[in-house]
């Protein structure tokens, strides 16, 4: 591990503050269960339906309707050794090889021993995955896998498939007493019991909530539980532009860093290499052109029509997303172009229309024709490697507190996510993270505590804010990194007034918009923070400065928030 010497030396007391709560109006109504998971998408509603059948109450929340998850936005598919001829530690060592030094492999071999498993409880759950002409599970591969080990649906729809499966278990016992869902609720912040010794903040005893609808579940709330599950996914609406839905605005990490968890690995933000570009100034949510399509033998051409990844690596198109994505930037840059080109022209119209029937469509609403028509192409933000850091049973560092799915660091990603490794990194660690909070609300070991309010300031951006957070996050901790840049974003974001509802002249309220920005806000706080901490380049996160990975930097950077509301951001041993 590096000595603090080797960190980057920073301006004193230029280590930014947080705040350890948002800025709301006191919980109108309380809800109470023996659980509360929070997300619904594969992590979240697997969570929900292990935990229903195990403990007496569980409330799921989700932030606009069960179905819409970023499980949904899925293409890929779902990665599991089930060939005879692959194997766990085939899988796992290609898991390694991604991750680029920086995976925990016990996180990985739960992975790959219990994914194949999980896998067959979905097809045993309704989930109708594509099968070949002998009616076994269709198996293909992606980028970085050196077996064919990706099962999908609907050619291009796995998520959305796996969504409606799940969701369909979940209505199907909706009128159970023991479960209950509200929809249409921003997790605002996770309640926590009374500080200990060191004034960090106590166990996590649920969370407050906006809820916009009709009946007296409306307005801000407090569900409380013996324990929570955050399932909240990524934090795509950190960036400019993203293949993230919208509601992806960082909103569990942002909350249990201000409840007192530790977040690591922030800095490995995975950016997808084939995402359609049409133009500078598009914002929002991207349509993604899955890697899959490079797996079904897709080419990537510059702008002269050179094929440039066989140059590259090894195995050129389907090398590691971040090899990709930077062979491509410095492709673009080379040519002087702003995106590069997708062929698939050779692989036959019916096949693309058959095997890609989702991709297909929408990009026929842009006037392009996967069948015939060169595809324009750039990187772009797509999922974050790091997260809240949990053990191998979804816990976290605060007690009570567990996280599965995108918005968890469970150590399997490392520096660099897998493909197709997310939706089964969600299902088997919500899974253990439901059988681990069971055992332990049986065992009395997860009592009910009364929560407190943390000390110090509250805080709110205004909504108007986010063009310029988001300018910031691109433009420092993006594709392609560096001191200078990494110092000027952190300057922008610290000039961000993080108590405008008490400015003079801005205009904002305690309410969605506001409550969401100021997630996005300390999530690009921790991200640059970490990004210029890291000095070496390695898996998702490269430093044009520091180029080359680093043996020093074989570690994870844990972030945390002292009790006066300091970021400290520390070097520590993966294991």
């Given at each position: 591990?590096?000595?603090?010497?080797?960190?980057?030396?920073?301006?004193?007391?230029?280590?930014?503050?947080?705040?350890?709560?948002?800025?709301?109006?006191?919980?109108?109504?309380?809800?109470?269960?023996?659980?509360?998971?929070?997300?619904?998408?594969?992590?979240?509603?697997?969570?929900?339906?292990?935990?229903?059948?195990?403990?007496?109450?569980?409330?799921?929340v989700t932030k606009t309707v069960l179905a819409s998850g970023s499980t949904v936005w899925a293409q890929g598919g779902v990665a599991a050794a089930l060939d005879p001829a692959d194997s766990p530690a085939a899988h796992l060592a290609d898991t390694l090889t991604a991750g680029a030094g920086l995976c925990d492999p016990r996180a990985v071999e739960v992975l790959v021993t219990e994914g194949p498993a999980r896998v067959r409880?979905?097809?045993?759950?309704?989930?109708?995955?594509?099968?070949?002409?002998?009616?076994?599970?269709?198996?293909?591969?992606?980028?970085?896998?050196?077996?064919?080990?990706?099962?999908?649906?609907?050619?291009?729809?796995?998520?959305?498939?796996?969504?409606?499966?799940?969701?369909?278990?979940?209505?199907?016992?909706?009128?159970?007493?023991?479960?209950?869902?509200?929809?249409?609720?921003?997790?605002?912040?996770?309640?926590?019991?009374?500080?200990?010794?060191?004034?960090?903040?106590?166990?996590?005893?649920?969370?407050?909530?906006?809820?916009?609808?009709?009946?007296?579940?409306?307005?801000?709330?407090?569900?409380?539980?013996?324990?929570?599950?955050?399932?909240?996914?990524?934090?795509?609406?950190?960036?400019?532009?993203?293949?993230?839905?919208?509601?992806?605005?960082?909103?569990g990490i942002a909350a249990a860093l201000r409840a007192g968890a530790t977040v690591g690995d922030v800095e490995f933000v995975q950016f997808h290499?084939?995402?359609?570009?049409?133009?500078?100034?598009?914002?929002?949510?991207?349509?993604?052109?899955?890697?899959?399509?490079r797996g079904e033998g897709a080419l990537l051409l510059d702008t002269d029509g050179v094929r440039f990844m066989p140059a590259v690596h090894p195995m050129a198109e389907l090398a590691?997303?971040?090899?990709?994505?930077?062979?491509?930037?410095?492709?673009?840059?080379?040519?002087?172009?702003?995106?590069?080109?997708?062929?698939?022209?050779?692989?036959?119209?019916?096949?693309?229309?058959?095997?890609?029937?989702?991709?297909?469509?929408?990009?026929?609403?842009?006037?392009?024709?996967?069948?015939?028509?060169?595809?324009?192409?750039?990187?772009?933000?797509?999922?974050?490697?790091?997260?809240?850091?949990?053990?191998?049973?979804?816990?976290?560092?605060?007690?009570?507190?567990?996280?599965?799915?995108?918005?968890?660091?469970?150590?399997?990603?490392g520096a660099?996510?897998?493909?197709?490794?997310?939706?089964?990194?969600?299902?088997?660690?919500?899974?253990?993270?439901?059988?681990?909070?069971?055992?332990?609300?049986?065992?009395?070991?997860?009592p009910r505590r009364d929560p407190v309010e943390r000390p110090g300031p509250d805080a709110l951006v205004a909504a108007a804010a986010r063009s310029r957070i988001q300018a910031a996050a691109s433009a420092g901790p993006g594709v392609i990194r560096s001191e200078e840049g990494l110092l000027r974003a952190a300057e922008r974001l610290g000039a961000v007034r993080t108590d405008a509802h008490h400015a003079v002249g801005i205009v904002a309220a305690p309410q969605p918009g506001e409550w969401e920005t100021t997630n996005v806000h300390q999530v690009a706080t921790v991200l640059t923070q970490a990004a210029l901490a890291r000095t070496e380049s390695r898996g998702g996160h490269f430093r044009s400065d520091h180029p080359a990975p680093d043996e020093a930097w074989r570690l994870r950077l844990a972030a945390t928030l002292a009790p006066d509301g300091t970021l400290e951001i520390v070097p520590t041993p993966l294991v």
């Open positions: 591990m590096p000595a603090a010497a080797s960190l980057p030396r920073l301006a004193a007391g230029s280590s930014p503050r947080l705040a350890a709560r948002l800025a709301a109006p006191v919980a109108g109504w309380t809800a109470e269960a023996d659980v509360v998971v929070v997300g619904s998408g594969i992590a979240g509603l697997t969570a929900a339906l292990e935990l229903r059948t195990r403990v007496p109450r569980v409330l799921l409880e979905l097809v045993a759950g309704g989930t109708r995955f594509d099968l070949d002409l002998a009616g076994s599970l269709a198996l293909t591969r992606e980028g970085g896998h050196h077996a064919d080990r990706i099962v999908h649906a609907g050619g291009d729809a796995t998520g959305a498939e796996i969504s409606r499966a799940l969701v369909a278990q979940l209505e199907a016992v909706r009128a159970d007493p023991g479960i209950e869902v509200i929809e249409h609720a921003l997790v605002l912040d996770v309640l926590t019991a009374a500080p200990g010794p060191d004034g960090r903040p106590g166990p996590a005893c649920g969370v407050t909530l906006h809820v916009i609808g009709a009946g007296t579940r409306d307005g801000v709330g407090a569900a409380l539980g013996r324990a929570v599950v955050l399932a909240t996914g990524g934090i795509g609406q950190v960036f400019r532009s993203s293949t993230n839905p919208a509601q992806a605005t960082g909103d290499p084939t995402v359609l570009w049409l133009g500078s100034g598009v914002r929002g949510q991207l349509t993604l052109v899955s890697e899959a399509v590691p997303r971040d090899i990709v994505a930077h062979a491509m930037v410095r492709q673009m840059a080379a040519t002087g172009s702003d995106h590069v080109l997708l062929d698939a022209r050779h692989l036959g119209a019916d096949f693309l229309r058959a095997r890609f029937p989702t991709i297909y469509e929408r990009l026929l609403d842009h006037g392009i024709d996967l069948t015939a028509d060169l595809v324009p192409v750039a990187p772009a933000q797509h999922y974050h490697s790091g997260g809240v850091v949990t053990d191998l049973s979804g816990r976290s560092s605060l007690r009570g507190l567990y996280a599965a799915g995108e918005v968890a660091c469970t150590g399997v990603h660099n996510r897998l493909a197709s490794n997310s939706l089964v990194e969600g299902l088997v660690f919500a899974h253990r993270a439901a059988r681990d909070i069971a055992t332990r609300v049986a065992a009395g070991d997860l």
